[in-house]
């Protein structure tokens, strides 16, 4: 099905900003909903934002919302997350995913997930 490559990640020191890329494949990528998620060693793979196909609808979760946007670039089948003012607890591997169901944060939901890439922040 669709493909995804994660790409961006490194090491930021805290108050920073990073973009991470969300490469895809698939030539329908316009009409598929794309998702990042983070995880850390020994806690729960967390939601972090979602945005339509069209790029017109976006979600974030509420720890992050102000803080991150969620952006897509149809034309290169890629969507971005930017990332600002970055804390150490942000550290940990960022994941993205595919979704064809509107409104969800559920992990379980996204059936295409890329490899991540790992954001690491220093005090």
């Known amino acids: 099905q669709v493909q995804l490559v994660e790409s961006g990640g490194g090491l930021v020191q805290a108050g920073g900003s990073l973009r991470l890329s969300c490469a895809a494949s698939?030539?329908?990528?316009?009409?598929?909903?794309v998702g990042w998620f983070r995880q850390t060693p020994g806690k729960e793979r967390e939601f972090l934002a979602v945005?339509?196909?069209?790029?017109?609808?976006?979600d974030y979760a509420d720890s992050v919302k102000g803080r991150f946007i969620i952006s897509r670039d149809n034309a290169k089948n890629t969507v971005y997350l930017e990332i600002n003012t970055l804390k150490p607890e942000d550290t940990a591997v960022y994941y993205c995913?595919?979704?064809?169901?509107?409104?969800?944060?559920?992990?379980?939901?996204?059936?295409?997930w890329g490899q991540g890439t790992r954001v690491t922040v220093s005090p």
């Open positions: 995913a595919s979704t064809i169901i509107w409104g969800t944060r559920a992990s379980t939901d996204f059936t295409s």
């Open positions: 698939g030539r329908a990528f316009s009409h598929i909903g």
């Open positions: 945005i339509s196909g069209g790029g017109v609808r976006t």
